[in-house]
């Protein structure tokens, strides 16, 4: 073996450098051709990515393995990864044939990125970086516009090699698109009509209903108000409008005003809809519900402040899911106590919960990034605005004429009735989970020494072993076998033997209250202990602690005189990796206790030593 290293060694190096070889062609092969007429090109079917979990690592780093496997292409084509640690690099090979269009515009179709470097390395060597994200002050980006954007030199017929590293708190997305100046002036000027389009009925909506809640003075209408102004400003920070319009120069606004604006909006919603559902008279318990949803969201207002982007705003981004289900809860109850005004805010609610549900989809990875997908947002909002437009002048048409005494008293009794009823169900049902809760843990205890038993260690044992298999981490078991139990039995009757199996299994306990391990009584007077991360050396000083803290004393007995008891210790590490079945290594230890015994007992043994 030791002659045969030496040519191994020549062997990998020889198959790692044409490896190395075939990197460029293989690389050479995935490169973009821009033909003539074309204006835009997404790059995501097309790029290939690497992702730096730990973010350390250097642009010299990322070319060395741009071409290797360490950069795949997107999953399916989807940009969109959801919350994620570290960083990103992207990398794509271009070739300009339009020698008619040597300038082009790299666009991220996603506004909230923090930190994006891009590196363009031309094909004598010479490398040029550029720095964007909303990190930086809206003002230095190429063009001024609401998504980060970089202005590309690519010579007609060189081939270029684009690498851009994108490191953010927001949800990691990286749609790119290549484009002319051209074909981006006809997209930029559509897209702002859009938006524009979106807020001009935003806020004819807004000042409409200013004038109604002036003249009636109906809460609603405020809560509406508030609603509208404070979901647009969600949309404005999303879009990437705010930056570029409301603080241009405050990066740290820019990094806040998503999970303010979000916090903010569903005050409003919440509010509005406790109001308008009337659940104050309707729903007493789920008006209590909304009002603590909003003090949460108020709360998650302050920590916006203070609390670091990547944490606050996927927190804030799973309760928009849940408030949005509550309140599509609320509105249901109410159309089920036949409430009319509910069916037209169930129904723009609906529309809101598609499109808001399929953004925060998008912003966790869960689902491709469409023009759908993307603006749905904004699409289900502005029928939303509208319905609820309609809705609040239903309402109060409907309270004008209804006889309010008569229906509020008649449903404050009927509501007592369900709030008893209902709270009778839930005792009964807390009370049957509870329990099922003791009956659950009883089923995994061992009723002698209150120690898990032998079918539960089998799940946790099989759990651990995966855990440290998929960690690279051993695992070491030790078996553990009072010795000359039968005799303490023969001598002193069974009462004095439980006694004595109780107090071993304290002991036992005890001596492992510094490690995290699984003990369980296996059965008769065996135990089995799994130590997770846990070498040999480590185990044995382990299983020598135990050995000692059950010989230590004798035994006390409440049935008979104190009894003393010795052990002996089978000791087996699982190597990451060759153990898969945790009943090949319970019959290795097992072999390392029969080790012990053959060894004159109250001592511990391993299973390279039983070997």
Known sequence: MIIARPWMAWIAFVFVALLAAAGPAAAAAD??????????????????????????????????????????????????????????????????????????????????????????????????????????????????????????????????????????????????????????????????????????????????????????????YFWYLF?????????????????????????????????????????????????????????????????????????????????????????VSLAVLASIVWITVASIDSVRKRYAPARLFLLSWAMFLAGTAVFTLVAFGMIPKTFFTEYGVQLGSALEMLFLSVALSYRYAALRNENGRIVREANVRLEREVAERTQELRGTLEQLEQAHARLHESSRLDGLTGLCNRSHFHDAFERLLLECNAERRPLSLLMVDLDHFKSINDAHGHLVGDDVLRAAAQRIGTALRPHEALLARFGGEEFVIVLPRTDLHGAVAVAEAVRRAIAAAPCDSQHGPPVRVSASVGVHTVVPGTVDDIEDALQVADQALYAAKANGRDCVRTSISAA
């Open 31 to 220: 490169v973009i051709e821009l033909s003539p007429g074309t204006g835009e090109l997404a790059l995501s079917p097309h790029v290939t990515y690497l992702h730096d979990t730990d973010g350390r690592d250097t642009v010299q780093d990322a070319w060395a393995r741009v071409g290797t496997d360490a950069f795949a292409p997107l999953p399916g084509g989807n940009p969109a990864f959801g919350f994620q640690d570290g960083a990103f690099w992207v990398h794509a090979r271009v070739v300009n044939r339009d020698p008619d269009e040597p300038r082009w515009l790299l666009v991220q179709t996603y506004p909230l990125s923090d930190h994006l470097d891009l590196y363009l390395r031309y094909p004598d060597g010479r490398v040029v970086h550029h720095a964007g994200g909303d990190t930086l002050p809206f003002g230095q980006r190429a063009i001024r516009y609401r998504h980060p954007n970089f202005l590309l030199d690519l010579p007609d017929g060189q081939p270029v090699d684009i690498l851009l590293r994108v490191q953010s708190q927001s949800s990691m997305q990286l749609p790119l698109v290549l484009y002319t100046p051209g074909a981006f002036t006809e997209l930029s000027r559509d897209a702002q009509f859009a938006i524009g389009l979106y807020y001009g009925i935003l806020v004819a909506l807004f000042f409409y209903n200013l004038v109604l809640w002036l003249v009636l003075r109906d809460a609603s």
């Open 227 to 315: 609603h509208i102004g404070a979901f647009g400003l969600v949309l404005f920070c999303l879009n990437g409008l705010g930056f570029e319009y409301l603080w241009p120069d405050n990066t740290w606004l820019a990094d806040k005003s998503v999970p303010l604006s979000i916090s903010l909006a569903l005050i409003g919603m919440h509010q509005f809809a406790r109001v308008f559902l009337g659940l104050h008279e309707r729903w007493p318990l789920g008006n209590r519900v909304s009002i603590v949803a909003i003090a949460a969201f108020v709360c998650f207002g302050i920590a916006a402040v203070f609390v670091p982007y990547r944490l606050i705003t996927p927190a």
